[in-house]
């Protein structure tokens, strides 16, 4: 039952939790949760690079169904005065669908977290489901978008710190200083 997908959310919402108190401790309050993404005001119509990413899936998906997509995008907290945002990406979210997206993204995008990385993982945990491919869209629409328009998105990967334990403070800082340098620990 270990490796149950409930018991795996559940976890995922544990540390879920952690995170956000955690990040709501380092900005002294001042950071929204559960943001949806919409408070940045961005025509994808034109954009070449989420357009590349659609043609690697053989433009399953249009233009329109990204908008939509985009709807139902949550963001796990959000700082504007720091244009920080942060998502927590369970193991779910490691599929060849994001091994793919991840492949297509601008060389010189900024984001903050390793996109090598998250690209070896998508290789190895190679999760499967039903949504993985809108999942993988909606998490490229949030990284490209963002840094197109000044913000910087770090990712926080399941199970590669346990948000409960002492010196999880000490850990968001060293995440936080470091993604803005490019530098990334895990």
Do not use: C
């Amino acid at each position: 039952m270990a490796n149950s997908i409930f018991v795996r959310r559940e976890e995922e919402k544990v540390q879920i939790e952690a995170l956000k108190k955690s990040i709501r401790i380092y900005f002294e309050g001042n950071v929204d949760y559960n943001q949806r993404f919409n408070f940045i005001d961005y025509d994808i119509s034109e954009d070449e690079d989420i357009k590349k990413i659609l043609g690697a899936f053989d433009n399953r998906y249009s233009v329109d169904d990204l908008n939509n997509l985009r709807k139902d995008i949550m963001l796990t907290a959000f700082n504007k005065e720091n244009k920080l945002i942060f998502v927590y990406d369970g193991l779910g979210k490691f599929t060849k669908e994001r091994k793919i997206t991840l492949e297509n993204y601008p060389k010189d995008i900024k984001v903050g977290f390793p996109i090598d990385y998250w690209i070896e993982k998508s290789e190895t945990i190679n999760d499967s489901s039903t949504i993985a491919l809108p999942t993988a869209l909606k998490d490229s629409l949030v990284d490209i978008i963002s840094a197109k328009n000044g913000f910087m998105v770090i990712r926080i990967m399941h199970k590669e710190f346990n948000w409960l334990e002492e010196g999880a403070m000490e850990r968001l800082t060293k995440i936080i200083e470091n993604s803005k340098k490019g530098t990334f620990i895990l």
